[in-house]
């Protein structure tokens, strides 16, 4: 009894208080937040990603791509060769954002916005299980007047709309659906659509903190004419401090949004597929 | 005897005199050669017992807020995992506490205790100050990190951004509960 009343006594005093008072605060539950980095960059390879610009910060980004691989050493797989695209993105708040892009690819310019409307939550209590976010772009074609069918400003333009649906699923896996419309005011040819509907599908897996394998592909929703070849990229992430550095194998070339679901032209099979690469930076204001 | 037995184990727990906050202050200072970090949290929880001078800390590293957004993610995401590892603790007890007279005036404190963050715990000594101010106590510490200690990795190519001391500052002001 004696040994029983001590022993109680001494844990009671001695063992008990320290732990006791912190189970005092763990016993707070953490709120649900917002989860992070679903993607490290804006983009997933060619795709637009979740992921907004932060706020308050200028992002830069640089997509390069190569020449096709196929003509080997000749012109160094292709590195000879380069077609760009550049855009300046500003986060004007953790939910919204614009940007301004210029791509060689037909010299277009560019101008998007991305909206967060949905955001995935993570924690205790009661959470949201996939970020939505809009994604809508205006593309204005500034080839020389001869290079149109007629010269009608509306004729130089195309729109593109995106519903991106991403998930985190856990710390390594993230995978995205993209419901994409584009809509073209002049088409080449006469019976060709000017609203086109797709789908996109990307994902990446981490496989170190700070090197994740990236891929995308999108699948067309309705009737292609038979040359279409489905957009696709693979790649991976590199990041670095404030830089992230994407290397990736695509068989679309151009590097402007909508250019790489309607417009790729490789296919692996002829070994067409080309180089490049994506570089971001960020700037704080 | 029974009697004597349950009154005495009952003491500790009924006879406490918590002293709690949930919206204590804990920065931290980086200083580097290309850049200077400064993040802060106000949503660090701290109860003192006044009974026995044992008190504890619970600090979620998701609360760290950063000049810069980038940071702030890489923060959470590549160095304290915080997916993984939510919350900083600390649970210890201030030296000779029963021969503290705690008055208006800031007094030196020694404590000892277990700091855990990034889910590893060392035993560390440290000073700080401790006063009362008006019914409640307010208590300041400023204490050294090394991230290393913690097992938190932080890549050359970062080295002249992220200082290898980092300098934490605590400052809570405890209600009675």
Redesign the interface.
Known sequence: ?IRL?LF??FS??NI????E??D???D?P?EP?PV??TFKATRIVNSQSVELP????LEFMVQHRFGTVENGFYDLFGLDEAAVHYDLKY?LH?RLAFGLGRSSWQKTYDVMIKAKLIRQT?GQGKTFPITVVIFSNMGINALRKDAIVKDNFANRIRYLQQLIVGRKFN?SVSLQVVPTWIHKNLVPAHEDEHDLFSAGLGGRIMVT??FSINADISFPLGDRPDSFKNGWGLGCDI????HVFQLLLTNARGGYEGAYIEDASGSMKGGDVFLGFNITR?F?F | MKKIFLFLCCVPLLARDLYITRSGAVSFYSHAPMEDIVAVNKQASCVLDLETGSFAFQVPIRGFVFPNALMQEHFNENYLESHQFPKATFKGNIDHWLELDLGPDSQDVAVTGTLTIHGVSREISESGTLARAGDGINGLATFEVAPADYDIRIPKIVRNNIARIIQVTVNVKLQQK
């Open positions: 009894m009343f109680l006594l009671a005093t008990f208080p320290q732990d008072l912190l005092l605060l763990v707070e953490i937040m992070q980095a932060r706020s308050k910060m986060g953790e993570e710390e903190r700070r990041e670095t401090g404030g960020v704080s």
